[in-house]
């Protein structure tokens, strides 16, 4: 009785070691972690999730904030604030940015996303660049034009491509703006959102779950195998 017990008990741990070994090999790939998101609810520069600053060259009197949006909101976040910016006395902005010091460390597949809209005499060519240490600004992709109203898609800026921006501590996202052609032309920006895939360091690379499922039948073939020839 006591015998028949034990190779229950033995059976059944080794069915769980299998199960977890499948779950391992059948992991899904990570997902996606915010990194910080400006969302302007509070109508201000600070980051609102994550970690990060925002900083910017516009004039400060044209730095403002007006009605926001849901699109590309995160977490429930109402459509509160968003950031408004004005092209200014003799449209003086034109050229300036503003700019989101993001570190990427432990992270990769970095993505930025935000929503925006832009008034028919604000900037309406503009464009989005990253940085690899903070100070030098590379373009990427053409210069877009926002729309006249939010909408429901955000503008995505995919940079898995750029590897230097992956667990890169100085990482920085700008963008610029140009072609405003009144002092109260604006464009808004909302849900500014930075993301990358963290490192796996704690789901079992699919070969070595396999290994792992081998060996452990390896061992419950061989413990069989002396049970029988006792």
Known sequence: MFINS?????RRVFLNLVCLALLAVSAPAALADELAVWNFNDSNLSVDRGSGTLVSNINVVNLLFAAGT?????????AGQSLSLQGGTGTANNGRHITFNVGTLGFSNIVVSFATQG???????????????????VNFGTPYTPASTFGSVPLVFSLASITGLNDNANAAFRILFNGATSATGTNRIDNFVVEGTAA????????????????????????????AAK
Do not use: C, H, M, W
């Open 119 to 137: 008034t028919s005499t604000g900037f309406n060519s503009n464009q989005f660049q990253y940085s690899l240490d903070g100070v030098t600004f």
């Open 200 to 227: 796996a360091t704690n789901i079992p690379e699919p070969t070595t779950a396999i290994l792992l499922l081998s060996g452990l039948s390896s061992l419950y073939g061989l413990r069989k195998r002396r049970r």
């Open 70 to 78: 849901t699109n590309n909101a995160r977490l429930g976040d109402a």
């Open 6 to 10: 034990n190779r229950r008990l033995t």
